[in-house]
């Protein structure tokens, strides 16, 4: 069960993310984490526990960390150059890497609401995507862009299935798995230069291929 909960929490951070506007977004935000127990033996309250309910995602171009509060897992690193994500548990200081060229999740279709609903004062636009592993939605504001094609190989978790159609960050995410439902909703958005080396990893970091 528990490699089954690791599995499913490294695909869900990232869950965890040309458009018409000429600059990216560069900056962090923070999202407000909930759950929904499809599991019997979890409580919310462990799920809160276990994942966190708070996570703080920085990006600049097309690289992005993202940091939670949560007992399992520290912090995800996406390197770009690399394409690999890697992830530092909170159990050992071996840092797990990822090939997200691989795609575990089919999607089945895809399906765009427009003007959905707001957060933090942006009209978003939802996006639903239909997988075989369960329904993912987002909801997103054109004014926080970001360049897909810097993401166009990165499947892993169908976060190009969602960039691509949305050319933008999410402002809120509701994830479906066969164990919960997560909620995540930005309380923050900061536009701010983001120094290069938070997405550099330290020369003697040990790293480990992921089997999850």
Partial sequence: MLKWN???FVSLFLVIWTVSFSQSFEGKIIYSN????????????????ILGDTETF????????????????RW?????????????MANTETILWK??????????????NKGSIRVLGYLC??????????????????KLG??????????????YDYLSKSNALPLKMVIENPEYIKFSTAISVVSMEVEGSDFELEDDAKLEKSRF
């Fill in 125 to 142: 636009d939802e996006i639903i995507l239909s997988c075989k592993g369960g329904v993912r939605r987002y909801y997103f504001s054109s």
């Fill in 6 to 8: 690791i599995r499913i």
């Fill in 34 to 49: 909930s759950y929904k127990s499809k599991n019997t033996q979890y409580t919310y309250e462990r799920w809160v526990s």
């Fill in 76 to 88: 995800q690193l996406y390197i770009n150059k690399d394409n690999k994500l890697y992830s530092k």
């Fill in 58 to 73: 920085f990006i600049k171009g097309g690289d992005y960390r993202i940091v939670t509060n949560g007992s399992l897992m």
């Fill in 99 to 112: 090939d997200v060229s691989i795609q575990e999740d089919e999607v089945l279709s895809v399906k765009i």
């Fill in 146 to 159: 970001v360049d897909s094609k810097l993401f166009m190989n990165h499947r892993y978790g169908n976060w």
